[in-house]
């Protein structure tokens, strides 16, 4: 199916709700550079490989995509409540979620998840770069820096009696 016939499907008359297994087995081999020790912990952390989600996605007035998420969590050595949970504007195949949170002493976390997607149709497919990032005037700023990616599978599921 081309992209034309993946958005129709994804991005009809009708919202596109989908049943997500998120493999989150990135999580338990991030990279030294991800702990404030610079190696990853022995033994390493124990992590649940797949988890359910529930995506939606849209197409509304004047050609302006959605995607609606539940809680998608995240968490990093550094920033273990890095969640998102909610809607964003974006689209056809890509979707970011961003926040900023003040960590004390002028350092500020920016925290992003970007959903990419090479299927949107009655399957979906795709990926989650979570990235976390710090500022402050003088670096090191006490935290690490860290980014993985994450697959996504997933199956439209019949939401026609919800909308």
């Not at 969640?83 to 970011?96: A, D, K, N």
């Not at 820096?145 to 019949?158: A, E, H, K, P, W």
Request: glycine share 12%.
């Amino acid at each position: 199916m081309g992209i034309a016939g993946a958005l129709a499907l994804a991005c009809g008359a009708n919202p596109a709700k989908y049943l997500v297994a998120l493999n989150q087995s990135g999580l338990a081999s991030l990279p030294g550079s991800c702990y404030a020790t610079g190696v990853p912990p022995n033994p390493a952390p124990t992590i649940v490989e797949l988890v359910s989600h529930e995506f939606t996605v849209w197409e509304g007035a004047k050609g302006k995509r959605y995607l609606e998420i539940d809680r998608v969590n995240s968490p990093f050595p550094s920033s273990p409540g890095l969640s998102f949970i909610g809607l964003v504007e974006g689209g056809p195949r890509t979707w970011s979620f961003t926040a900023t949170a003040d960590r004390g002493n002028s350092t500020v976390e920016s925290r992003q998840m970007l959903f990419t997607f090479t299927d949107l149709g009655a399957t979906l497919e795709g990926t989650i770069a979570v990235t976390s990032t710090f500022t402050c005037p003088t670096p090191p700023c006490g935290f690490q820096d860290c980014t993985v990616s994450l697959g996504l599978n997933g199956r439209q599921i019949d939401a026609s009696g919800l909308y």
